[in-house]
């Protein structure tokens, strides 16, 4: 369906938990944070009606996030069952990539055709500094058994973090030389843990320049009309893409809307406009009571975010929004 600004919302990202076995230092603050109530969230079977009832809407892309989707019990069969749902066209994952060497045949199994992993850098030491403690090679094994099972494509999310991972930022390009493989260099958000430090941030023109690539040539090629621009280099299997998460150069293009583990709809991440739908699955809605707040919610999709202007502070993690 259109949005008051004539844009065509078709995408839905759904996170299914706000549990993690990451704590990545910009996502979660040290001292942890407090996980909703599991009576909050919720049930697979209360996501799936959504999904059916959003097909009606025109909604046929749908990705599943959390928190880490793949450790939420039942995970697949959720995902079996959501994409044999009519109308749902492509269903896709983001994930850290812990458990996917695994699971990444089953996730192809259950129908996802696709999977974003998210990868700060491939240094042991580094990796498991920021994410307080994961081991990083589990995550490269589950890159290449995501690439054996045939999802495709494989994109890998690198947030960019100063002093933290810019010296690793070259390392990806070899990945994506030499395998089919898609590296998207994330500009960090001032959302979460990071809302407060923003010498942290590195613009993409600064990534650009430690990637030590002399031209850079847009590439023709889409891959998945998201907000990332991408080139082409000579002689490579995959791509490299970056995505400006303040730059609002792609609000007039998006065309999506997220659900919280919780139940709330949330029309832009960077706004803090929710519209709750848990409360109407429980007490007995019908369909088209249901139909009509998911389509408030797409009708009140800002035209653009502030964030740049905007104090985030106090804001949901990254992980409760859907990320
Ligand atoms: N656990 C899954 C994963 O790691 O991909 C899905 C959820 S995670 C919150 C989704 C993505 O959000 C990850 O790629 C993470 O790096 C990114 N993220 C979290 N906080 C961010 C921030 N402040 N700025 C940019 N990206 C952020």
Redesign the pocket.
């Known amino acids: 369906m259109q949005d008051q600004f004539q844009r065509q919302i078709d995408y839905l990202r759904i996170?299914v938990t706000d549990r993690?076995n990451?704590r990545?230092k910009?996502?979660m603050p040290s001292q942890g944070v407090a996980w909703m109530p599991h009576e909050d969230i919720l049930t697979f079977e209360e996501i799936l009606r959504l999904m059916r009832l959003s097909t009606q809407l025109g909604f046929h892309r749908f990705r599943i996030?959390?928190?880490?989707?793949l450790v939420r019990r039942g995970i697949l069969e959720f995902l079996s069952k959501g994409s044999q749902i009519p109308g749902v066209d492509d269903l896709m994952l983001?994930?850290?990539?812990l458990l996917l060497s695994e699971m990444a045949f089953d996730l192809k199994a259950a129908g996802v055709r696709r999977v974003?992993?998210?990868l700060?850098t491939m240094n042991p030491e580094r990796f498991a500094e920021i994410t307080r403690g994961g081991d990083v090679s589990k995550v490269i094994q589950g890159i290449f058994r995501s690439l054996e099972a045939g999802l495709k494509p494989v994109k890998v999310?690198v947030?960019v973090v100063r002093d933290f991972n810019t010296q690793d930022l070259p390392g990806f390009l070899t990945l994506a030389k030499q395998y089919p493989i898609h590296i998207r260099f994330?500009?960090?958000?001032?959302?979460?843990?990071?809302?407060e430090r923003r010498s942290d941030f590195v613009p993409i023109q600064e990534m650009k320049e430690l990637l030590g690539i002399k031209q850079y040539v847009p590439s023709k090629e889409i891959l998945g009309g998201g907000p990332a621009e991408y080139f082409q280099l000579r002689d490579f299997k995959g791509s490299i893409g970056f995505i400006s998460?303040l730059s609002r150069h792609f609000c007039s293009t998006c065309n999506r809307i997220r659900l919280t583990p919780d139940g709330k709809l949330r029309p832009c991440l960077h706004s803090k406009l929710e519209i709750d739908l848990r409360e109407a699955l429980r007490n007995g809605s019908s369909d088209q009571d249901l139909l009509d707040i998911v389509a408030q919610a797409v009708w009140r999709k800002p035209a653009e975010h502030h964030m740049n202007e905007e104090a985030l502070q106090g804001q949901r993690?990254?992980?409760q929004?859907?990320?």
């Open positions: 996170s993690c990451l990545c910009y996502c996030t959390g928190g880490e989707p983001t994930t850290n990539g974003n992993i998210s700060d999310n947030v994330i500009e960090l958000m001032p959302i979460g843990s990071s809302s998460a993690i990254m992980s929004i859907g990320g």
